[in-house]
Nanobody
Protein backbone atom coordinates (compact mmCIF):
# COMPACT_ATOMS: atom_id res chain seq x y z
CA UNK A 1 0.00 0.00 0.00
CA UNK A 2 1.36 3.38 -1.01
CA UNK A 3 1.40 6.14 1.57
CA UNK A 4 2.69 9.69 1.18
CA UNK A 5 3.10 11.85 4.27
CA UNK A 6 3.80 15.58 4.15
CA UNK A 7 5.27 17.55 7.01
CA UNK A 8 6.88 20.89 7.70
CA UNK A 9 3.96 23.25 7.26
CA UNK A 10 3.23 26.07 9.64
CA UNK A 11 2.83 29.79 10.11
CA UNK A 12 5.50 32.12 8.75
CA UNK A 13 5.77 35.83 8.08
CA UNK A 14 5.95 37.17 4.57
CA UNK A 15 9.49 36.98 3.26
CA UNK A 16 10.26 33.93 5.37
CA UNK A 17 11.05 30.36 4.42
CA UNK A 18 9.72 26.88 5.06
CA UNK A 19 10.81 23.45 3.94
CA UNK A 20 8.16 20.82 3.37
CA UNK A 21 8.94 17.12 3.32
CA UNK A 22 7.14 14.27 1.61
CA UNK A 23 8.02 10.79 2.80
CA UNK A 24 6.81 7.68 1.03
CA UNK A 25 6.20 4.08 1.90
CA UNK A 26 5.30 1.41 -0.61
CA UNK A 27 6.71 3.46 -3.48
CA UNK A 28 10.25 4.44 -4.42
CA UNK A 29 10.82 8.08 -5.33
CA UNK A 30 13.92 7.07 -7.24
CA UNK A 31 11.68 5.56 -9.93
CA UNK A 32 8.61 7.77 -9.68
CA UNK A 33 8.03 11.37 -10.63
CA UNK A 34 6.85 13.44 -7.67
CA UNK A 35 4.86 16.62 -7.71
CA UNK A 36 3.73 19.33 -5.34
CA UNK A 37 0.33 21.00 -5.52
CA UNK A 38 -1.46 23.47 -3.32
CA UNK A 39 -5.05 24.37 -2.66
CA UNK A 40 -6.31 27.56 -1.09
CA UNK A 41 -9.83 27.79 0.38
CA UNK A 42 -12.42 28.04 -2.35
CA UNK A 43 -9.90 27.49 -5.13
CA UNK A 44 -8.89 24.58 -7.32
CA UNK A 45 -5.82 22.53 -6.62
CA UNK A 46 -2.90 24.25 -8.30
CA UNK A 47 0.33 22.81 -9.69
CA UNK A 48 3.45 24.02 -7.85
CA UNK A 49 6.29 21.92 -9.22
CA UNK A 50 7.57 18.48 -10.06
CA UNK A 51 10.79 16.49 -10.08
CA UNK A 52 11.27 13.88 -12.77
CA UNK A 53 12.39 10.51 -11.52
CA UNK A 54 14.75 9.69 -14.37
CA UNK A 55 17.14 12.61 -14.18
CA UNK A 56 15.95 14.89 -11.39
CA UNK A 57 14.80 17.64 -13.76
CA UNK A 58 12.45 20.05 -12.06
CA UNK A 59 9.59 22.17 -13.40
CA UNK A 60 7.75 24.93 -11.59
CA UNK A 61 4.70 27.05 -12.04
CA UNK A 62 5.30 30.67 -12.91
CA UNK A 63 3.86 31.67 -9.54
CA UNK A 64 6.71 30.02 -7.61
CA UNK A 65 9.58 29.90 -10.10
CA UNK A 66 12.73 31.37 -8.60
CA UNK A 67 11.40 31.13 -5.03
CA UNK A 68 10.65 27.42 -4.56
CA UNK A 69 12.92 24.45 -5.15
CA UNK A 70 12.25 20.72 -5.17
CA UNK A 71 14.88 18.19 -4.24
CA UNK A 72 14.93 14.53 -3.32
CA UNK A 73 16.82 12.21 -1.04
CA UNK A 74 16.61 8.74 -2.57
CA UNK A 75 18.32 7.10 0.38
CA UNK A 76 15.55 8.29 2.70
CA UNK A 77 12.81 8.13 0.04
CA UNK A 78 11.89 11.74 0.74
CA UNK A 79 11.20 14.73 -1.49
CA UNK A 80 11.50 18.31 -0.26
CA UNK A 81 9.92 21.59 -1.23
CA UNK A 82 12.06 24.52 -0.14
CA UNK A 83 9.96 27.68 -0.13
CA UNK A 84 11.70 31.04 0.11
CA UNK A 85 10.49 34.62 -0.08
CA UNK A 86 7.02 33.48 0.92
CA UNK A 87 4.05 35.69 0.17
CA UNK A 88 0.56 35.79 1.71
CA UNK A 89 -0.80 34.40 -1.57
CA UNK A 90 1.25 31.25 -0.99
CA UNK A 91 -1.10 30.37 1.87
CA UNK A 92 -2.67 27.00 1.10
CA UNK A 93 -2.69 23.33 1.94
CA UNK A 94 0.29 21.77 0.20
CA UNK A 95 0.11 18.24 -1.16
CA UNK A 96 2.69 15.92 -2.60
CA UNK A 97 1.72 13.47 -5.29
CA UNK A 98 3.40 10.63 -7.14
CA UNK A 99 3.24 8.80 -10.46
CA UNK A 100 1.40 10.96 -12.98
CA UNK A 101 -0.45 9.19 -15.80
CA UNK A 102 -0.53 12.25 -18.03
CA UNK A 103 0.34 15.92 -18.01
CA UNK A 104 2.15 16.64 -14.74
CA UNK A 105 0.48 20.02 -14.24
CA UNK A 106 -2.99 18.45 -14.17
CA UNK A 107 -3.91 17.24 -10.69
CA UNK A 108 -6.25 14.50 -11.87
CA UNK A 109 -3.44 12.60 -13.62
CA UNK A 110 -1.60 11.81 -10.42
CA UNK A 111 -2.16 8.40 -8.88
CA UNK A 112 -1.07 8.88 -5.27
CA UNK A 113 -1.57 11.77 -2.86
CA UNK A 114 -0.59 12.72 0.64
CA UNK A 115 -2.98 14.19 3.18
CA UNK A 116 -1.57 17.72 2.89
CA UNK A 117 0.11 20.17 5.21
CA UNK A 118 -1.08 23.70 5.93
CA UNK A 119 1.14 26.66 5.09
CA UNK A 120 0.03 30.07 6.30
CA UNK A 121 1.94 33.22 5.38
CA UNK A 122 1.07 36.34 7.35
CA UNK A 123 1.55 39.83 5.99
Amino acid sequence: QVQLVESGGGLVQAGGSLRLSCAASGLAFSTNTVGWFRQAPGKERQFVGTIRWSDGTTYYSDAVKGRFAISRDNANNTVYLQMNSLKPEDTAVYYCAARPSGAYYVSTTWNYWGQGTQVTVSS
